[in-house]
């Protein structure tokens, strides 16, 4: 175990680095520069830039150049942002997409697992279908269309919370909240229907015909089997919100990470798009490692050799 | 049991038999089959009886009407009917789900089928492989997909080839817009297959199929994934609404639908924008975008009910 | 029961969304105000500003979201009026102009400080613009001072050439006379100095910085090769040059063999490391890339990207170098025999090859020496048109009378910065704990995408009536969301173009918080003039005279219909020009104005154009159609934003009803956009916006300015250039204007575009808030806002805003504006006063 362990870790590297690549190859092919606008530039002022920014050289030398700073860790600074490093852009606003992100996840997990499990264990049954509903709810309403209706509701009508911004525990209430209806509707529909198929197998009838109690049935063997596919869809997931979310960033006025990083692809902004790849590729292996070696403690079967 | 599952030619007339009883499931159906029908032969009907199209009626109509009995549904910004804004929008929605559904149904579970199997240095390869697609900003590879396909530095050969599928501006949108999806529908779901799979293949009936010689595709694509079959069919109900949001966004970076079409996404994304001014241009392509995915959801509930091996005896 | 249960519970919740809604909506219309509306008490102002500032350095950014923010904590020479955008005193008390208008003197006030305490002197001042202007900086608004004389040269790394003879070579000499803007001559404007002679002397030539550019440059020229004494075999010596250096390293060996007396591999064992570094760069620029490689395994170093520190490294060398030979020199004074002079002699040392530093390196000495003819001088920083001529004046010297330059003072480029500050933290200095500003107000806080907060700084000039404490400026863009703050008190004002047209309708009904007035910008159509069909005049007035404006604007909500390309009501002097010279073209041309009208919306006219175009128009049931119209090869590209959409639709409608074709869209993500426009790849036509720099009309027709035009339509007219040449000459404003006209009718006669509407500056303020104006650039003086606690006081009918007199704030500006009107007097008294100064 420990091995695979470290054998996925090491991998990390390689296969980041070749996210990277990837996407320094993407930029180049995609049409436009981070210093194109609506006027054009003067010639100089245009030859200026290439030779500051190292533009000027051929593309194998940029490579080595960016790869070796890279692999020390340093993306240098944004281009749209000149005063600003990638690295420090990343850490200031990492906290505030991860605190959103995360709270919603738990959210979700909260509601979801629980209404999953209820539908589960009494399907076709109104709690089922109505548990479901809800769930579906929030993947039917996109979430650019919650989040402003609940402003609307709770922060124009009745003046509950505030309708945007970054703040105090207030501000984080309704973002929360509309970032994990998502989340909710996915994780409850999984779980019932991992649920489902685990509470009729083989291992569940003997764990019954044993005489064991119905929770422990339920919850040490019938639970651990059965979220399997809400772990599965976890990894991805987690790491994709930790790298922010850019609707409910956009509504509320977080200045989380999803939408700078949308806008540093808008803006072509090299070193930042970098910068929030290989943290987010790195991020997302890490989760799926983590996906994978629960899977061998939720199902005591699944084994890796 | 696992005989069963094998007996072929029953199996679906089964299943058929079984959706039938499901009452939340033929509603669901009924619901998906009737937005079906209507959006791909509503508008002609509908512009032949009230002579509203998607588009502009006539100059002077240019402001938002609340719904009245010409426009059931209102108008847009621009005082186009709404009704038939939604049924054009509900054509280009519903296609790109059932294309991103198939992508994802062939490519995800097969992927993520073989994956699990297969187990150690392949599963760890496809795996990796995946985690780099996933990594790899997807915004960036639609902007370059945009300036390769569709833009002034298209390699000729590139657009001979979509001038010979398409044809017009519009359809070869069309075909990026797909390739675009294509390109991502199928990752989360390999991931939940190759999850599934990974519990289900030290099971015993797979190791009585290994034992008397089945071959391995077989043992996949006949034992493992119907087994898997109940996942599969709830995360693809899941995969289509955040498709048709995908589709919206893409629409935003210029791939897809061209003005003055619409999509559902695109109807909603602007309805949003007015909802404290002229709520209907929210309410009623959201409620029928909600409506047909609430519909899609049951529908997709009883499949599985219906296609689970396990609970046919029940 | 559980389907009903499912089914009752999603109606249920449908049903009370609807009706929370529709409540919503009925109590949200009412009232006077829009939302919430109380008077903050902590004196603050809470401002929307756009986009997240690129940077807080006021040289940096280009964007008016960032001119917003910077414009609050930096001072300039200048302030824009904050209704008229007019400039006014603003470190500098007063200013004055010489006879042509080629030069400026700004009489700096003594009392101004920088946030940290230290006076502000005209020396800041010519840090400040030298820097904006310097390559290293690569400020993309550079290009705003290169009507300062030698700038552009300083920032495009040129050089001036020196002759055979030692002297400079002039400009005149060289380039055609009627070509140059102005003679230039010596006057005493100001106080006599060195370097104001310098200025006032004819303008050099300089040329890029490159061998072969020269080559290039003096090709064909006899005039500047009998100047610089060339002979074509010298070219042919370049050629070679060029060629072996081109044809890789045994090139290089041979040529340095015989410059330099050694082969290549001794220079390279003989350098350091920093020099051979040196050489690896130079050979690289010059060799070019496919060959970098070879130059890298020849001298064993690779490339760094810092180039000052090579320089210096190389400087160093050099300086080696020098002691060795100084050594030498010492030893062959000693020696005894003329033999051993001369063994020793050979010892001596040449100096490294000097790879030049020009913000690129080039090759141009071991050129220029191995000719022994023209000498290479790099424009420097201290050679540009800025001169403190004492602590408190400032001179500018201009290339050509701009009379709209003095309007370019108050922009954010040209705000003073802190020297020492920039120099200590680099580019860390905008940071809050380093920064040092020179605004009404000092940074606080900055937290990126969300916040920059700002506080009233006591150590400004003009703190005294400074009213606000505090400004915070949001950084949101999401139109919703900040209507939503608004609503709910949370900002006071939002920027320019925010509420979407749906909104407006709302919107508007507050008279007393919306502001909908014209900008210095225009929005348009460019037409690809070198594409069919649209490469037919005819074509484009089809297209053009088919749409009708007046109802695209209503359709808008922010009515302001354009038919000519210079914005209209917000130069009303040049509108009066316009309109007297168009009558005058019109009978001068036998158009009757009746005729000229149509081109605003003609249907009938516009079918007709486009059938004599040879695609005719036919009757089809109710409409028409054009069935012979090449509709594949045209269609409106647009980068995508809501209005834009809309906008395209409507056009399409239009071009559909009135001559029955259906112009495809196509909408790209913005960087894909640019490109595609101004490469003149797209088909028909593309949609395009501009907003002035200053308040002149040549700010938009300079876009058609010359062949190589930005106006991304390829259309371009010898005439056109020729009268804005002659305006330019021209000092009476109105004749100026006249000419300019001139220029504008022959543009619109060709219609290279479609002009679309004058911008709308479409934002909304709290009543409460006083002093703060939808001037046409939206860039607001924040010294003048204030806070008004008494509701009776409070802005009503905002539409007449303009008009209205605020006594605080007329006071204000009259006061400000008091330095310069006594100045002004004082000088029309004694006009000697200014030279004496």
């Known amino acids: 175990m420990l091995i695979f362990i470290l054998r996925r870790l090491f991998l990390i590297v390689p296969t980041a680095l070749i996210v990277i690549t990837l996407t320094w190859g993407l930029i180049r092919i995609a049409p436009g520069n981070f210093y194109s606008g609506e006027k054009k530039l003067p010639a100089a002022i245009e030859s200026n830039i290439r030779a500051k920014y190292g533009l000027d050289k051929p593309w194998y030398t940029q490579y080595r150049l960016m790869i070796s700073n890279v692999a020390r860790g340093d993306f240098g600074d944004s281009l749209k942002y000149q005063d600003r490093s990638v690295n420090q852009i990343i850490r200031d606003h990492l906290p505030y997409s991860a605190t959103i992100g995360v709270l919603a996840y738990l959210l979700a997990l909260a509601v979801g697992l629980s209404a999953g499990i209820m539908a589960s264990l009494r399907q076709n049954s109104g709690w089922d279908y109505g548990s479901m509903s809800l769930a579906m709810f929030g993947l039917s309403v996109p979430n650019f269309v919650l989040g402003p209706i609940m402003v609307l509701v709770f922060s124009l009508w009745l003046y509950l919370f505030p309708p945007a911004r970054w703040g105090g525990i207030g501000n984080i209430i309704l973002p929360v909240i509309t970032l994990a209806a998502i989340y909710v509707a996915y994780i409850a529909r999984l779980t019932r229907a991992g649920m489902l198929e685990v509470l009729r197998s083989d291992y569940i009838r003997t764990a019954r015909a044993k005489g064991l109690d119905e929770k422990t049935v339920l919850l040490k063997h019938g639970l651990r089997g059965g979220i399997i596919p809400v772990v599965s869809y976890t990894g991805p997931a987690l790491a994709g919100l930790l790298a922010g979310t850019v609707v409910v960033e956009k509504v509320f006025a977080i200045p989380g990470l999803g939408n700078i990083f949308i806008q540093s692809v808008l803006n072509r902004d090299e070193p930042l798009i970098l910068g929030v790849v290989a943290f987010l590729s790195i991020m997302i292996m890490l989760f799926n490692l983590i996906v994978d070696i629960s899977y061998g403690f939720l199902d005591p079967r699944i084994r890796y050799e | 049991m696992q005989q069963e599952i094998i007996k072929g030619t029953s199996l679906w007339q089964d299943a058929w038999k079984r959706l039938l009883r499901n009452k939340l499931a033929v509603f669901g159906l009924i619901v998906v089959a009737f937005v079906a029908i209507l959006v791909f032969i509503g508008p002609p009907i509908w512009e032949a009886l009230t002579g509203n199209t998607f588009d502009f009626q006539d100059k002077t109509l240019t402001t938002s009407q609340s719904p009245s009995f010409r426009h059931p549904m209102g108008t847009d910004d621009s005082g186009r009917d709404l009704f038939a804004r939604v049924m054009q929008g509900g054509r280009i929605s519903l296609m790109v789900g059932i294309i991103s559904t198939i992508v994802s149904l062939i490519v995800g579970v097969s992927y993520g089928a073989i994956a699990g199997y297969s187990g150690g240095k392949i599963d760890n390869l496809m795996m990796r492989i995946v985690d780099v697609i996933y990594s790899i900003p997807y915004i960036l590879v639609v902007i370059v997909l945009l300036s390769v396909f569709g833009g002034p530095n298209t390699p000729g050969w590139i657009k001979t080839i979509s001038d010979t599928f398409q044809g017009g501006q519009g359809l070869s949108q069309i075909f990026l817009l797909f390739l675009a999806l294509g390109l991502v529908s199928w990752l989360t779901m390999a991931r939940v297959v190759r999850g599934q799979i990974l519990s289900l293949k030290n099971q015993e009936f797979v190791l009585a199929a290994k034992a008397t010689g089945v071959s391995t ?97 029940f | 029961m559980s389907r009903n249960y499912s089914i009752q519970s999603f109606l249920g919740v449908v049903v009370i969304v609807v009706s929370l809604i529709s409540a919503g909506c009925g109590t949200s219309a009412k009232g006077r105000f829009y939302g919430k509306t109380e008077a903050p008490t902590d004196n603050t102002l809470r401002y929307i500003s756009g986009s997240e500032p690129e940077s807080l350095d006021p040289q940096i950014p280009t964007g008016q979201p960032e001119a917003r923010v910077l414009m609050s904590i930096y001072d300039g020479l200048l302030e824009y009026n904050p209704k008229t955008m007019e400039p006014m005193p603003a470190l500098a008390e007063s200013w004055e102009t010489n006879g042509d208008g080629t030069e400026y003197l700004f009489h700096l006030r003594k009392n101004a400080k920088f946030s940290n305490g230290e006076p502000i002197t005209a020396k800041d001042f010519a840090y400040t613009f030298r820097r904006g202007m310097s390559p290293e900086l690569t400020a993309l608004n550079a290009y705003l001072g290169f009507y300062i004389k030698y700038a552009e040269a300083y920032n495009g790394g040129r050089m001036f050439l020196k002759g055979a003879d030692g002297n400079f070579l002039l400009k005149k000499d060289f380039v055609d006379e009627a070509e140059t803007t102005v003679e230039a001559k010596l006057d005493n404007f100001g106080a006599d100095t060195e370097f104001h002679r310098f200025l006032d002397a004819p303008e050099r030539l300089t040329v890029e910085g490159s061998p072969f550019d020269l080559a290039k440059a003096t090709e064909g020229d006899e005039k500047l090769k009998t100047v610089l004494k060339f002979k074509t075999a010298d070219f042919k010596n370049v050629g070679a040059f060029v060629g072996s250096v081109k044809s890789g390293t045994d090139g290089v060996s041979k040529l340095l063999q ?30 070019g890339e496919e060959s970098l490689h070879k130059t890298e395994v020849l001298t064993g170093v690779t490339l760094t990207k810092d180039a000052e520190k090579i320089v210096k490294s190389f400087d160093g060398a050099n300086k080696k170098v020098e002691d060795a030979n100084k050594i030498l020199d010492e030893e062959i004074a000693k020696s005894a025999t003329d033999e051993e002079k001369q063994a020793k002699e050979k010892k001596r040392k040449k100096p490294l090859v000097k790879l030049f530093y020009a913000n690129r390196f080039l090759l141009n000495e071991i050129y220029a020496e191995s000719l022994e003819k023209p000498q290479f001088v790099p424009v420097e920083a201290k050679d540009i048109g800025v001169e403190a001529v004492d602590d408190y004046t400032l001179r500018l010297k201009l290339y050509q009378p701009a009379p709209f330059f003095i309007g370019l003072i108050p922009h954010q480029f040209f705000r003073v910065v802190h020297q020492a500050t920039i120099e200590k933290f680099k580019k860390d200095w905008v940071r809050p704990e380093n920064i040092v500003t020179s605004g009404s107000f000092k940074l606080v806080t900055r937290r990126p995408y969300d916040v920059v907060i700002v506080e009233k700084d006591t150590n400004n000039w003009d703190a005294a009536n400074v009213h606000l404490d505090r400004i915070e400026f949001y950084p949101l863009e999401e139109a919703t969301t900040m209507m939503n703050l608004y609503k709910a008190n949370s900002v006071h004002a939002i920027y320019n173009h925010t509420p979407p047209a749906a909104w407006n309708e709302v919107v508007r009904e507050f008279k007393d918080e919306y502001l909908n007035l014209p900008e210095v910008a225009n929005e348009y159509y460019t037409f690809n003039v070198k594409k069919a069909p649209t490469d037919n005049i005819k074509v484009r007035q089809a297209l053009a005279y088919s749409i009708d404006r007046v109802a695209l604007s209503e359709f808008r909500k922010t009515p302001k219909p354009l038919y000519n390309f210079v914005p209209e009501r917000i130069l009303p002097k040049y509108d009066e020009a316009r309109d007297k010279i168009f009558a005058e073209k019109l009978k001068e041309n036998n158009i009757a104005p009746e005729e000229w009208k149509k081109r605003m919306f003609d249907p009938e006219i516009a079918r007709k154009l486009l059938g004599e175009a040879g695609y005719p128009v036919e009757k089809k049931g109710n409409g028409w159609s054009c069935p012979t119209f090449p509709i594949d090869k045209v269609s409106v590209t647009y980068n995508t934003a809501e209005s834009n959409k809309s906008v395209a639709e409507f056009m399409q409608a239009q071009w559909q009803q009135n001559l029955g074709i259906q112009v495809p869209l196509k909408n790209m993500e913005w960087k894909t956009f640019l490109p595609v426009r101004k490469a003149l790849d797209y088909q028909g036509m593309a949609r395009a916006g501009w907003v002035g720099d200053y308040m002149d009309p040549y700010t938009f027709l300079n876009l058609c300015y010359h062949e190589d035009n930005d106006s991304a339509t390829g259309w371009h007219n010898a005439e056109f250039d020729k009268l804005l040449d002659s305006a330019n000459k021209e000092l009476d404003p109105q004749k100026r204007f006249e000419t300019l006209a001139k220029a504008e009718f022959l543009m619109m006669r060709e219609q290279p575009f479609l002009p679309l509407q004058t911008s709308a500056t479409n934002w909304i303020k709290k009543p409460f808030i006083k002093g703060l104006y939808p001037n046409p650039g939206t860039l607001h003086a924040w010294k003048f806002v204030y806070i008004e606690q008494d509701p009776t ?43 004496a100064k």
């Open chain 2, 217 to 313: 595709l077989s043992i996949i694509f006949k034992h493992l994934v119907p087994n898997a079959l109940g996942t599969v069919i709830v995360y693809s109900t899941l995969t289509i609404p955040s498709v048709m949001l995908t589709e919206a966004f893409l629409s935003f970076l210029g791939i897809g639908v061209q003005a003055p079409y619409a999509s559902w996404g695109s109807l909603v994304a602007d309805g949003i924008k007015n909802i404290q001014i002229f709520p209907w241009q929210l309410i009623f392509p959201g409620v029928t975008m909600a409506l047909t995915l609430f519909s899609l959801n049951f529908l997709g509930d009883g499949l599985r009910d219906a296609l689970d091996p396990q609970t046919r005896k």
């Open chain 3, 258 to 287: 015989e410059k330099l007396g050694k082969s290549l591999d001794a220079c390279v064992s003989e350098c350091d490391n920093n020099a051979k570094q040196i050489i690896a760069d130079g050979l690289n620029k010059i060799i």
């Open chain 3, 793 to 835: 006081k409070w802005d009503t009918n905002v539409e007449n805003i303009m008009q209205t007199d605020d006594a605080k704030v007329s006071e204000q500006i009259n006061q400000i504006m008091n330095s310069q009107k006594t100045f002004l007097a004082q000088k029309a008294e004694v006009p000697q006063t200014a030279k």
